[in-house]
């Protein structure tokens, strides 16, 4: 009875030494989360905090947590300008379509070619992966949309860059890894189509995916600039970044060119309007994240695996 005694005493304590050790890594591992969590969204905050600090303790380092010299003035003169509001209306039009025919575009291509029975399904995998690494370049695409119609249109901005190879290639996968072969057997037995099977079997199933590839979609077009700066010339469809782009180059270019005090009162906007203007394009499309967020590891994992 003792050996069997000592033998349970050395066990227990052998378990005892491993929850503690166990205790220790989950204490290491969350100081190590907060801890990068701080470096992460430090950037972020001390934007927040200049946007309403004055810039001269900005530029002296005298900003670290909360503001000095508190003013709105950035905003105020921001504000000011009434296109800020057009580029607001048009930036949410191009991000909410361009949005839905991306999706549209992206997953139905993912889902042909994630479908073992797609005659040439292997050179039009070849022919999208293509693309990625070779293109026509600028001028002929300018070219392109030219010819089509679609320059200086509301169409420029959605519908010719819609289509997203590598958000093809992440959906292709999401559907081979967790899409089962098993249920087109079976609707196919029920009398299912290829169209309805998709619409409602699997979209249902794909909403991980779908949320995850909406989110990549909307940022890249609420963040989008370039385009609109070759193929618009109306100011009335110029999206809120390139209106954004131009109110600061402008009142650069003001604080430059002026003299004594007025010049001193321009430079000072400029400067608070730089982290003003950060604010005012970021925070709309940070608030679309906790919607989405549920979705977003889940589907980015399933999604990423090779096949």
């Given at each position: 009875m003792g050996v069997v005694e000592a033998a349970v005493n050395k066990n227990?304590?052998?378990?005892?030494?491993?929850?503690?050790?166990?205790?220790?890594?989950?204490?290491?591992?969350?100081?190590?989360?907060?801890?990068?969590?701080?470096i992460l969204m430090y950037p972020l905050f001390f934007i927040i905090i200049a946007s309403f600090s004055d810039p001269s303790a900005v530029a002296n380092g005298q900003v670290w947590l909360f503001p000095k010299g508190f003013t709105l003035d950035g905003y105020r003169e921001l504000l000011r300008h009434e296109n800020i509001w057009i580029g607001y209306r048009n930036t949410i039009l191009y991000t909410?379509?361009?949005t839905a025919i991306g999706l549209i575009v992206n997953i139905s291509a993912a889902y042909a070619l994630s479908r073992?029975?797609?005659?040439?399904?292997?050179?039009?995998?070849?022919?999208?992966?293509?693309?990625?690494?070779?293109?026509?370049g600028l001028i002929p695409t300018f070219l392109t949309v030219r010819d089509f119609h679609l320059y200086d249109t509301?169409?420029?901005m959605v519908l010719p860059f819609s289509v997203i190879v590598y958000d093809i290639i992440v959906?292709?996968?999401?559907?081979?890894?967790?899409?089962p072969g098993d249920l087109w057997e079976a609707a196919q037995i029920?009398?299912?189509?290829?169209?309805?099977?998709?619409?409602?079997?699997?979209?249902?199933?794909?909403?991980?995916?779908?949320a995850v590839l909406g989110l990549w979609i909307a940022v890249g077009y609420w963040n989008s600039y370039f385009n609109a700066l070759i193929y618009l010339k109306n100011p009335?469809?110029?999206?809120?970044?390139?209106?954004?782009?131009?109110?600061?180059?402008?009142?650069?270019?003001?604080?430059?060119?002026?003299?004594?005090e007025a010049?001193?009162?321009?430079?000072?906007?400029?400067?608070?309007?730089?982290?003003?203007?950060?604010?005012?394009?970021?925070?709309?499309?940070?608030?679309?994240?906790?919607?989405?967020?549920?979705?977003?590891?889940?589907?980015?994992?399933?999604?990423?695996?090779k096949e």
């Open positions: 227990m304590r052998k378990v005892k030494n491993s929850r503690s050790s166990d205790t220790v890594m989950e204490i290491a591992m969350y100081v190590f989360a907060v801890i990068f969590l701080v909410v379509v361009g073992k029975d797609l005659v040439g399904r292997k050179f039009l995998s070849l022919f999208f992966i293509f693309t990625m690494f070779f293109n026509g509301f169409l420029v959906a292709r996968t999401f559907f081979q890894s967790s899409i029920d009398g299912c189509g290829n169209l309805r099977y998709f619409v409602q079997v699997v979209l249902p199933l794909s909403k991980a995916i779908i009335d469809l110029y999206p809120l970044q390139l209106i954004l782009r131009n109110i600061l180059i402008t009142n650069q270019m003001q604080s430059s060119m002026g003299t004594g010049a001193q009162i321009a430079l000072r906007l400029a400067n608070l309007m730089r982290y003003s203007v950060i604010i005012v394009a970021t925070v709309p499309i940070l608030c679309m994240y906790p919607f989405v967020q549920k979705y977003f590891n889940q589907g980015v994992m399933i999604g990423a695996v």
